[in-house]
Structure formats: C-alpha cells, structure tokens
C-alpha cells in the first residue's frame, strides 16, 4: 500500500441540535416554579444566545438549564463561548450573550500540529487547511494512534475526525 491515508480535525456543530437545544431549555424555563415572575428568558439574538433574568444568580441558572440540554443533545461545552461568563446588568435586568464556536482557529490548530509533531507517530504530517487540519501519514495504524493523542489533548475546542481515507 504506497498511497497515504488522511483524516482531517474539525470542530463542527449541528446547528439544527443546538436550535432543539434551546427551544427545550426556553420550553423549561416557562414551565419551571423557580423561574416564574423573574423574567427569565433564552432565545437567539442574531447568531448569539441571549439570556435574561432579573438577577446574576437566576441569569447563570438559565445557562445551567441550557448547558444540560446542550449535553443531552450531544454537543460539547467547549463550543458554547459565553465571554467572561459574568451576567451584565442592563436596566433593571441582567443579560448574558454566549455564541457557538465553530472551525479550529489558527492557534488551536497550530497546537495541535505541534501535538502530533511532538509526541505523534514518526513519519506523520500535518498542514493547517484554513479552518481545519489535515494529518496524513503512510499507516492506517498511525493515524489511528494520532487520532487517540488528539483525543487526550487538552484544547479549547469540540474535536472531530472526518474525511478518513
């Protein structure tokens, strides 16, 4: 076998799991006893998620309810970006905006081309294709031990395996 196998890295999400996601925890949060007259909310705001309420605490409640819907449904916290995870006070409510991460940004990348490099499998390379990174190497059993590193690496990102070949 002379040719190379490849998989690429990739951190996508299903948006239509993420929507489910939220319309579950705004579903929750309108029937909940513990939110009724706190003005608590969650919906989409453009491409973020906003979050109200008419304190910090009820504010971080409502992200508690999301979060478990979003672990639920499959979808990994390393892709849900709420900043600086402290609620914002707006008028007499507080507010919290999170967004959906998605692509491998160039220095989580680079991060983990230096992985493989390191403490990969001799022979196996790597190359940062825009919001991707593709591995490739001769053996089938190296991007498989690749593919094991890669999932131990601490990294600020929901890691996927596509395009085997």
């Excluded at 319309?23 to 029937?31: G, L, M, P, S, V």
């Excluded at 059993?141 to 996927?160: E, F, R, T, Y």
Aim: aromatic residues 4%; glycine residues 8%.
């Amino acid at each position: 076998m002379a040719s190379e196998s490849s998989f690429d890295v990739v951190s996508k999400v299903d948006r239509q799991e993420v929507d489910n996601a939220l319309n579950q925890a705004a579903k929750e949060i309108a029937q909940r006893y513990d939110f009724k007259g706190v003005g608590a909310s969650i919906a989409w705001s453009g491409e973020n998620i906003l979050m109200v309420a008419n304190s910090p605490e009820r504010v971080l409640a409502v992200l508690d309810v999301f979060q478990t819907k979003l672990i639920k449904r499959g979808i990994s916290l390393k892709s849900l970006d709420t900043g600086e995870n402290e609620p914002q006070p707006s008028g007499k409510e507080y507010r919290l905006a999170g967004s959906i991460k998605e692509g491998l940004s160039t220095e989580v990348a680079k991060k983990l081309a230096k992985i493989v490099r390191d403490e990969g499998p001799k022979g196996v390379k790597t190359q940062i294709q825009g919001d991707e990174l593709r591995v490739t190497a001769k053996s089938r059993d190296d991007l498989q031990a690749v593919i094991a590193l890669l999932k131990g690496a601490d990294v600020d990102a929901a890691l996927q395996f596509v395009n085997y070949r």
